[in-house]
């Protein structure tokens, strides 16, 4: 097991099967910075072109086809003062009537203390005041190659993963990839300092990070959409569109999940979610919508201990 630095120069817009920049083993850590939204760098300098550049790809040795990729996000921090934000809803989650009166969009400027844990809106000027949040760093864009050869634009997420933006997607978190093409080819970026639900300005703060992630292989092991878990839930995330459709999806993998490495039946696995799940939303701008499927643990070590 190794740790490994890497500083890149150049970023991809689309995530498919590029060629690696860095190989990696089973259980290796990588240290590396991704830019923003803006393709701008921790200096604030444009070094590539916007669209959710991402860092990568990584080459993971011995990934096949039919492997489940874990990406644990062991730290996502951001690594400048300045992030950016859009200041108006997205048309397309309001009302049709409502559109004609929502205001014109504007960047919205954060300063983000990291030592304080916050963002604090800087401009432009509302009867917000002086706008404050927790900061809560995540990656909204990230994922491994596609199958079929497929290249996929950073814009939207499919089965691969991709810009599902969703929050719980933070350092703590180990993130579980289906596996398409040798290698996996994991692609990371889209930093954001914080983010509500939804992403419903389309953006989140949007801001450059260090990122430090572990990657473990599990061989054999066939997932069919993004899985993840922390302290408190296990989750399966669905990129689809209508968002009924991602609620599908999501649901699905999560029953698949219950059944398959938890030893639950069909009928204990509905009766479990019945009555314990939660969703969350992941992004609800893009072409394609994110559902999130979670369990809390607690009830879950419930049902196997009682079983």
Known sequence: MATHHFQPTHYHRAIGSHEPVLRISDGDTVVTTTVDNMGQDAGGTQVTAGGNPQTGPFYVEGAEPGDTLAVQLDRISPNRAVGYSSSVIAANVVDPCYVRELPERVLAEWHVDNQRRTATLNKPATKLGH???PLAPMLGCFGVAPPRGQVISTETSAEHGGNMDY???????????????????????DGHAAQGDGEIVGTGIEISMEVEFTVRLI???RIRWPRGEN?????????ARPLDQAVQHATTEMLRWLQEDYGLDATSASLLLGQCVKYDLGNVFDPAYTM?????KAQLQQVIKGG
């Open 231 to 239: 302290a408190e839930y296990i989750f399966s995330a669905g990129n």
């Open 131 to 133: 706008l404050t949040v």
């Open 292 to 296: 999130v499927c979670k369990v809390p």
């Open 219 to 221: 061989k054999g092991k």
């Open 167 to 189: 929050p719980g997607f933070q350092s703590g978190a180990t993130v579980y990839f289906p596996i398409f093409v040798s290698g996996a080819l994991l692609h990371v970026g």
